[in-house]
């Protein structure tokens, strides 16, 4: 393997010596789990990290148990040394990027499930996905043992089941979330993006000023309903060649708002597909 | 309240604040997560746990969501003043007993399951009760974060489950398990043996008799099949009123031996009813 730009460890047993050096000298640890095929938006995470902590683990996992059957575990987008590049680049003092069977050896039989918040959305769209993320994440934290933990709001649904769990299950973390970082266009940034067209690529910048024209129409007190219809109605006439959901619920919990108009905070979340690639997007209105 | 025999608190952010004092001392950490009604097995949990860290804690929390709707929970016996006292005498250091809304509070959402070795024995006859089990003890590991965890024997498979989920989810813990105490006639200590009368109290003497007797004719060579159906034949005529099973296993993953004879280590379990009262032992063989 070529050399990396920044230290890189394989095992739970190398991270925590780590860990737990740096603890001994008093420094708190920052920690922004990943799947790798990094982008300007987890590079924030990291210095959101860094503003936060006097270290900062990234780690770099392609967690096969949050893709269904019929979806792209394979194709995901990898490449260790250009992660560890940018990661470095970044600030970031450490990679932990284990294998699939430093993660779930042999006999492997556990895990986190996380109910009602995982139901809608992604968790209705995913079958399974929610259970794959609830469980790595754990695992991932109580290897690191950071002080805090970053994740994008880009991956809303996420990182509200990933709130719900820490706190249920009294991991000792503080989890940060990252405001999700987007092209000029609106776009967010995504790792799927890699996968888009030309032409697909302009059709992607829609779902983003779909949900800004829906929000507007909230906060002009149109109905939740008739807003949600609208917004799925424009993302077909843009060209997705299906629409998961757009919708618009409470922030917290993600249950349900409407069917009339916003009394308070909320949420507007949407997923759509153009060709084989699935992309998410989520605002606060 | 009266005052209690030794230190007690209620709430994680307390018992966190004390461990952390410890720790800065650079004092080990035991903990012995309990039901409360504590016998001399419990006791010996806490040595166990003396023996293996600088300072004791134990737990005591009636955790209804490891009962059945048609099981003891309400009848559970409870004495917090007693079991302090017992505590204190043993050498433990702190209490820890909180509520069941500091557990589980409102919007509480999350549950730790394991595959496997939770379905058959115990995980059978009791629906749902080991994924109470491992979510609470999850939930008490994680707001502890002791060095070293002690169960009983005596809960078994409880005990291989628990190892499992500890290593699946990389709960950063050592976990002892502790030899059963056993009264003279060999009935194993339970806070359950309080519900006996003292006619029942002789058949319950049965149960590990039984079992001596089987593992004798296992070391003879008789088949599995054979050992197992007779000795449920002999808790039916020792006056139990139910036999839930008796079974011999692999002694890590509790998987089926035979039905022949024997080619390495086991262990024999047991649950039979007398009366009101549901009764567990086990013993290597």
Redesign the interface.
């Known amino acids: 393997m070529s050399e990396t730009p920044l230290p890189l460890v394989r095992t ?1 047993a190398d991270l ?1 010596a780590q860990v737990r050096a740096w603890r001994a000298e008093g420094l708190r640890v920052g920690f922004v789990p990943t799947m790798g095929a990094l982008h300007e938006g987890h590079l924030s995470l990291v210095r959101l990290a860094l503003a936060n902590a006097d270290r900062a683990v990234a780690s770099v996992f392609v967690n096969p148990t949050q893709f269904g059957p019929n979806e792209d575990f394979d194709a995901y987008p990898r490449g260790e040394q250009r992660d560890a590049e940018l990661l470095a680049g970044a600030g970031c003092h450490l990679l932990y990027a284990p294998t699939v069977s430093e993660m779930y050896p042999e ?11 995982t139901e809608p959305l992604d968790g209705s769209a995913r079958p399974g996905h929610f259970d794959g993320v ?1 469980t790595v994440v ?2 991932l934290l ?2 690191c ?1 950071p002080d805090v933990a970053v994740f994008g709001e880009k991956d809303f649904q996420q990182l509200q089941v990933i709130r ?2 820490v706190r ?5 973390v503080e989890v940060l979330g990252a405001p999700t970082a987007r092209a000029d266009d609106g776009l967010a940034l995504s790792s799927r993006n890699a996968y888009l067209s030309a032409a697909e690529r302009a059709v992607a910048a829609k779902l983003n000023f779909t949900l800004r024209a829906a929000i507007a129409h909230l906060q002009a007190g149109h109905a939740v309903a008739a807003v949600e219809t609208a917004a799925v109605a424009a993302l077909d006439e843009a060209g997705f060649d299906r629409v998961d959901y757009v919708e618009v619920r409470d922030p917290e ?1 993600l249950s349900r708002l409407g069917p009339g108009p916003l009394a308070g905070p909320a949420r507007i979340l949407a997923a759509a597909v153009i060709g084989r690639t699935r992309l998410i997007d989520n605002m606060a209105v």
């Open positions: 739970v925590r006999g492997y039989a556990t895990k986190v499930t996380v109910a009602r918040i609830s754990t695992k109580l290897q043992g719900r769990m249920d299950l009294d991991i000792p919990d």
